[in-house]
């Protein structure tokens, strides 16, 4: 069993920054692949970005490429989302989850959720 909690979340202006955390327990952190989906009302639950074990291997959905950015401390089981630039269209509520490799999250194949922070985007 893995336990997952999402920090972080709040509003944010257009254009500004904010860093949503995610801490980890219940398995080695540094054996498992980690990552963000996001959920926004009316809509399915969405990839973000995945990060994994070792944190040399990254993944990130088109609309976020350049803006977010996907990160591990192994040594505080944390994985951390930091989200540059963001726009009202990335508001959201915002998962943290873990999987096998991060490839298998790119493509939704999760084994552990958290129980989501929101993120609200003003313009």
């Known amino acids: 069993q893995v336990q997952l909690v999402e920090s972080g979340g709040g509003l944010v202006q257009a254009g500004g920054s904010l860093r949503l955390s995610c801490a980890a327990s219940g398995r080695t952190f540094s054996s498992i692949a980690m990552g963000w989906f996001r959920q926004a009302p009316g809509l399915e639950r969405q990839f973000v970005a995945a990060i994994s074990g070792s944190g040399g291997i990254t993944y990130y959905v088109d609309s976020v490429k350049g803006r977010f950015t996907i990160s591990r401390d192994n040594a505080k089981n944390t994985v951390y989302l930091q989200m540059n630039s963001p726009k009202p269209e990335d508001t959201a509520v915002y998962y943290c989850?873990?999987?096998?490799?991060?490839?298998?999250?790119?493509?939704?194949?999760?084994?552990?959720w958290g129980q989501g922070t929101q993120v609200t985007v003003s313009s």
């Open positions: 989850a873990a999987g096998s490799t991060a490839r298998a999250l790119r493509f939704g194949k999760t084994d552990y």
